[in-house]
């Protein structure tokens, strides 16, 4: 009898890690086929003008992020959203735990907008070449190129064009909720004059823990939309306030979600 139920409980082991490298092998060859198509779709991007460009990319980077979320079982949920602001310029801010926050965020956030990002994304194949479309790049080991890059996002709030940024600065890997947040974003908002929009992500480092791909899972992630953070009348003097409340807002949600895995 024990040896049946060893029998049973081997099957049952192999059973199940022949099928976890089927749906690995079935969300990276999705991720692969979709990206091509995102690449060629996102080219006739750079004969448009400016925001014309910029909204053209969203769009076909949201179709491509809900399209292959859905078929890699990662259903992308959100919560909060109000949809009569979605028009409004804003500094958009959320955590980040894993790649999959960037996905996330292409599905649920529908203002038109353009994202911070590390310019080392820009060596990768394919992926480079999609954020160079709907990214503005920084190195930042480069005091110049944190300067030139902060600058072209004030010239793209001012065009009406929303940012969304980490403010944490790179994917949080250790053990508290949120790693501290970086002024940038909190100083961009004040001096644009434009509202703070927090939203929490949640699930993602459990769906995709930070570049473990063999660990990847099915799993719902959520985008928690939490209410805009006026900045108008604030100085540079308020961004440690306004960056504390923020994370601080935050935070409870992340501590206090009900949110299911």
């Known amino acids: 009898m024990n040896y049946f139920l060893y029998l049973v409980m081997a099957v049952l082991k192999l059973t199940f890690i022949v099928l976890k490298y089927i749906y690995i092998s079935w969300v990276a060859l999705v991720f692969i086929l979709f990206m091509l198509v995102a690449f060629v779709l996102l080219m006739p991007g750079h004969l448009l003008p400016g925001r014309a460009a910029n909204r053209y990319s969203n769009f076909i980077l949201r179709w491509w992020a809900m399209i292959w979320s859905a078929l890699a079982i990662m259903p992308i949920r959100s919560e909060g959203r109000d949809r009569s ?29 353009k994202t911070l990002a590390k310019k080392e994304l820009t060596q990768m194949p394919l992926m ?7 990214g503005i790049m920084v190195d930042r080991s480069s005091t110049e190129s944190r300067k030139a890059s902060y600058q072209r996002m004030v010239a793209a709030i001012k065009s009406g064009t929303s940012i969304v940024i980490y403010p944490e600065g790179t994917q949080n890997r250790t053990d508290n909720v949120m790693k501290s947040f970086y002024n940038g974003a909190f100083r961009l908002a004040i001096e644009c004059q434009v509202p703070v929009l927090p939203i929490v992500t949640m699930n993602t480092r459990k769906i995709l ?11 719902t992630i959520w985008q928690i939309y939490l209410s805009p953070v006026p900045t108008k009348g604030m100085t540079m ?17 992340i501590c206090q979600s009900e949110i299911p895995d």
Do not use: C
Not at 87 to 108: P, R
Not at 209 to 219: S, V, Y
């Open 237 to 253: 003097e308020d961004v440690e306030g306004l960056k504390d409340q923020v994370y601080a807002r935050m935070e409870a949600v």
């Open 128 to 134: 480079g070449q999609i954020f160079l479309t709907s």
């Open 85 to 113: 602001i979605q028009d409004q310029t804003m500094v958009i801010v959320t955590n980040h735990n894993s790649y999959l926050d960037a996905i996330a965020s292409y599905t649920t956030v529908r203002h038109l907008f």
């Open 209 to 219: 823990p930070q570049a473990q791909f063999t660990k990847i899972r099915p799993g």
